[in-house]
């Protein structure tokens, strides 16, 4: 079992930066696929990006050269530095982990936190 919790969220204006962390629990998190997904209102939940156990990165292309994803298996913490941010990225941001599944699709996310919200002002 691994419990998540995600911190960082807040209001930015547009061009701004924030980092989220997503901190587990357990002592296992350093075998466990870990992504972010954002999901605004009215709209589905969405990829954001994910990392590997061993630092292997993916991002969307909407965020793809402003976000990087990042892990420290020490702290069992994940982080998302958040660059250049612009109105559309205002959403809800949750963190997710999975033990056996490498990939964007949120059906298959074993864990998931309750998210930290993101707004940006234009």
């Known amino acids: 079992q691994v419990q998540l919790v995600e911190s960082g969220g807040g209001l930015v204006q547009a061009g701004g930066s924030l980092r989220l962390s997503c901190a587990a629990s357990g002592h296992t998190f350093s075998t466990y696929y870990m992504g972010w997904f954002r999901q605004a209102p009215g709209t589905e939940r969405e990829f954001v990006s994910r990392?590997?156990?061993?630092?292997?990165?993916y991002y969307s292309d909407s965020v793809k050269g402003r976000f990087t994803i990042s892990r420290d298996n020490a702290k069992n913490t994940m982080y998302l530095q958040m660059n250049s941010l612009k109105p559309e990225d205002t959403a809800n941001y949750y963190c997710a982990a999975a033990k056996t599944y490498w990939g964007p699709d949120k059906r298959l996310y074993d864990y998931w936190g309750q998210g930290t919200q993101v707004t940006v002002s234009s």
């Open positions: 990392i590997s156990w061993t630092g292997v990165k």
